[in-house]
């Protein structure tokens, strides 16, 4: 095998590089048994797995693939090609960084690829897909050999596991001939746009390769679930078809004879570590057409706030005393709304969000600063108007008279249910439902929220006073 790594950026001057032979396009078929699908197509149905790369940095100054099974890639890619020019110009491509994001799914990968005049073509590179039949097969050896599954499991493809599905008639990795270029620049056969692609799917084999078997029909956790029913049932003794076909008592453990055997069970692995940061967002930037209707900024950016979210709930999770808290109450749409707003989303979401929920512009500001100041509680106090009861009031009067000494105690006047106002000055307290008090400061003739609530209304106005300076 010839070595894809020893590439630096002067070879791109080599007209010819180290490709080999290549030979002329031969029409054959792949039959059931040599573990190959009849079909080309990329576009499956509506449940067919796509999982999306975001553009890589440039490769320059390293090779492409590390990994035996990346460069088998790189190695059918070479034996494929008729124009070894043709894959000079796209590996300078590649390094260049001129490919987009990489969509890839049953059969097919996608990307945009760019010239350097900024000119992008959508390119597309056909696999065959892999039948049920072949599929059975390979999970039926991969349950039979547990160090298949566990090499899967760290990202890895030993030769041994592709040459035990060789043995079955299951070809993984492709050979002469087996990847079929597609390109928007009307080329025939393959182009350095597309060339660019292959080298650039050799990267992401060398990090995962389940990358492959999607590529191949699968992804990773269909597999890793029929791979579970089969150990399972090969466990009971039974295959996943006759279980499927047996009666409901013919499956499952005596709930007495698995609380027996509670104590032999291991432990449960202790909870991962948090990620430093949330996970980014899958890219958008395929080079296909959105369906209508769809934005792909704001998808985008919900994709980005739901990462942030579920960063936060994990680290909540697993932080001391989390069982001994009470839930978060659910947001209603308008709440959410101001939440999204207050993540500073940019000023065409921002504009989307004041229309979607009625308030304007400067309305939606008003209410993402009660969100910073307290969330809904404080977002709460900017919409509704609470009437508190005589008792309330009784004891809000109380404490008004208690809160201040003697000359430091502002002149306030009633503005309304649970509304206070400093006499000569722009500022009000607002008591809340939850019994904390609200600082609010007059802006435009618009009452704004000044600061978080406090139970103490000294607190709370200090900060709406020292806001206004």
């Not at 160090?147 to 990202?155: K, P, V």
């Not at 069970?265 to 202790?270: G, H, N």
């Not at 958008?284 to 959105?290: F, H, Q, R, V």
């Not at 919900?302 to 069982?323: Q, V």
Request: aromatic share 4%.
């Amino acid at each position: 095998m010839n070595d894809f790594n020893d590439l630096d950026e002067h070879e791109e001057h080599d007209e010819h590089g180290e490709h080999g032979e290549h030979r002329e396009d031969e029409e054959h078929e792949e039959s059931d048994d040599a573990g190959h699908g009849s079909g080309r197509s990329g576009h499956g149905g509506a449940g067919e797995e796509v999982r999306t790369f975001p553009a890589q940095p440039p490769a320059r100054g390293r090779g492409f693939a590390a990994s035996w099974w990346g460069q088998t890639w790189l190695k059918a890619l070479q034996d494929t090609a008729l124009d070894g020019e043709q894959l000079t110009r796209g590996r300078r491509s590649a390094r260049a960084g001129a490919v987009g994001a990489v969509s890839v799914r049953p059969g097919r990968i996608t990307a945009v690829v760019r010239d350097r005049d900024g000119t992008g073509h959508r390119c597309d590179v056909l696999l065959t897909e892999l039948t049920d039949t072949a599929w059975d097969r390979f999970l039926d050896m991969a349950v039979d050999r547990a160090e298949h599954i566990a090499a899967l499991l760290d990202r890895e493809m030993p030769p041994h596991l592709v040459e035990d599905a060789a043995t079955t008639g299951v070809e993984l990795l492709p050979g002469i001939g087996d990847l079929e270029p597609e390109c928007g620049c009307g080329a025939w056969d393959l182009c350095p746009h597309t060339a660019a692609l292959c080298y650039e799917v050799a990267r992401l084999l060398d990090q995962d390769p389940f990358v492959l078997l999607l590529l191949r029909g699968r992804g990773e956790r269909r597999l890793l679930d029929e791979l579970q029913l089969r150990s399972v049932a090969r466990a009971a003794g039974s295959s996943p078809t006759a279980e499927a076909e047996s009666g409901p008592a013919d499956r499952g453990v005596r709930a007495d004879e698995a609380f027996a055997a509670r104590d032999i069970l291991p432990p449960l692995p202790a909870p991962p570590a948090v990620p430093a940061e949330p996970g980014r967002p899958p890219a958008l930037d395929s080079g296909s057409e959105p369906a209508p209707g769809i934005d792909p900024d704001a998808l985008e950016f919900l994709a980005s706030d739901a990462a942030a979210r579920a960063h936060r709930l994990l680290a909540e999770a697993l932080a001391p005393g989390h069982g001994r808290q009470p839930p978060e109450p659910a947001l209603t749409a308008g709440e959410d709304a101001v939440r999204l707003a207050a993540s500073v989303p940019g000023p065409v979401i921002a504009r989307r969000l004041a229309e979607s929920t009625g308030r304007g512009r400067a309305g939606l500001d008003r209410a993402v600063r009660a969100w910073r100041a307290g969330g809904a509680a404080g977002l709460a106090v900017l919409d509704e108007v609470w009437a508190p009861g005589q008792e309330e009031l009784a004891r809000a009067a109380a404490v008004l008279g208690s809160a201040w000494e003697g000359a430091a105690r502002p002149r306030l006047r009633a503005s309304g249910p649970g509304r206070w106002t400093v006499i000569g000055a722009e500022t009000q307290l607002r008591l809340g439902g939850d019994g904390r008090w609200w600082p609010y400061r007059r802006e435009q003739g618009h009452w704004c929220p000044a600061g978080p609530g406090a139970h103490d209304p000294a607190e709370a106005l200090a900060e709406a006073l020292g806001e206004a300076g």
